[in-house]
């Protein structure tokens, strides 16, 4: 009887040391994120690229360049990034290669556009790869 006793004992004492005072944790303050000028521009070069691939795709171009997409040259970048020579060499040959597929015949239009995108897949794998996917999606096959 002693020993159930004791190990009632043991048990209980086990128990209620496992209850530990809760201190309340520490919030940190929600900081909301604020996208860059660039990172905007670029969801619109994104938007307006989806628009122009089912354009191509239907094979009727309704839309035009828009000269939005030259302020890739001068958009405030998130500070983690900078414009080097290689993104200014991408972005020039960008903007090119967009403005080429409005002037495009039927038959080299696919091909354009796809340069187009490639164009934007090579300066990502350069810099910010998190968006390639994304980005490759908009490639037509």
Known sequence: MKK?????????????SSKREEVPEKK??????????????????YTDNEKLKQE????????SFSDDFLKIHSAV??????????????????????QSIYTSTQETVKKNYNT?????????????TGPIPRIQKLLIK
Do not use: W
């Open 116 to 128: 187009t995108i490639n164009l934007c897949v090579a300066c990502h794998q350069n810099t910010c």
């Open 28 to 45: 940190e303050d929600l900081v909301m994120y604020n996208p860059s000028e660039l990172t905007i521009l670029m969801e619109k070069i």
């Open 56 to 63: 191509i795709i239907e094979g009727k171009i309704t839309s």
């Open 4 to 16: 159930v006793l004791f190990f009632v004992a043991i048990l209980f004492v086990s128990c209620n």
């Open 77 to 98: 970048m998130t500070d983690k990034f900078e414009r080097d020579e290689t993104f200014k060499i991408l972005a020039d040959n960008f903007v090119i290669s967009q």
